[in-house]
C-alpha cells in the first residue's frame, strides 16, 4: 500500500505561482511513477503531468505546458508541481497519483494508477 498526502493548495490571484507537494509512504519511492491530476467542478478529471521514478522523464497536458514544472526528490519520498502563471481555468481539486513501475517511464492514463491522495484545492481569482 502507497498513502499520498498533498499540501500547498490555496486561494491565490491569476498570474500568482504556487508549489503543491506530494508525500508519499508505504512502498520504497523510487520505484513509483507519479503524476498530478486535477478536477473542477461539474468537469471530469484530468491529467496534468507525470514522472518517471528517475526523473529523467516526465510530460505535461497542453493546458499547461511551459506554465508547470513536475520535479520529484525520492530521498524525500516527494513529488511536487510547480504552477507558474496561474489561471482561472486552473481552479481545481489536485490529485497526486502513483504506480509502481518496472520501468522508468511515465503513465497518463488515470486508470494506470494504483493510488490517490485525497486531493489540495487550489482557486484562482481573476
Known amino acids: 500500500q502507497v498513502q499520498l498526502v498533498e499540501s500547498g493548495g490555496g486561494l491565490v490571484q491569476a498570474g500568482d505561482s504556487l508549489r503543491l507537494a506530494c508525500t508519499a509512504s508505504?512502498?520504497?519511492?523510487?520505484?513509483?511513477?507519479m503524476g498530478w491530476f486535477r478536477q473542477a467542478p461539474g468537469k471530469e478529471r484530468e491529467f496534468v503531468a507525470s514522472?518517471?521514478?528517475?526523473?529523467?522523464?516526465?510530460y505535461y497536458s497542453e493546458p499547461v505546458k511551459g506554465r508547470f514544472t513536475i520535479s520529484r526528490v525520492n530521498a524525500k519520498n516527494t513529488v511536487y508541481l510547480q504552477m507558474n502563471s496561474l489561471k482561472p481555468e486552473d481552479t481545481a481539486k489536485y490529485y497526486c497519483?502513483?504506480?509502481?513501475?518496472?520501468?522508468?517511464?511515465?503513465?497518463?492514463?488515470?486508470?494506470?494508477?494504483?493510488?490517490w491522495g485525497q486531493g489540495t484545492q487550489v482557486t484562482v481569482s481573476s
Open positions: 514522472i518517471s521514478r528517475s526523473a529523467t522523464a516526465s
Open positions: 497519483a502513483a504506480v509502481w513501475s518496472y520501468s522508468d517511464i511515465y503513465y497518463i492514463a488515470g486508470d494506470r494508477y494504483d493510488y
Open positions: 508505504g512502498r520504497t519511492f523510487s520505484n513509483l511513477s
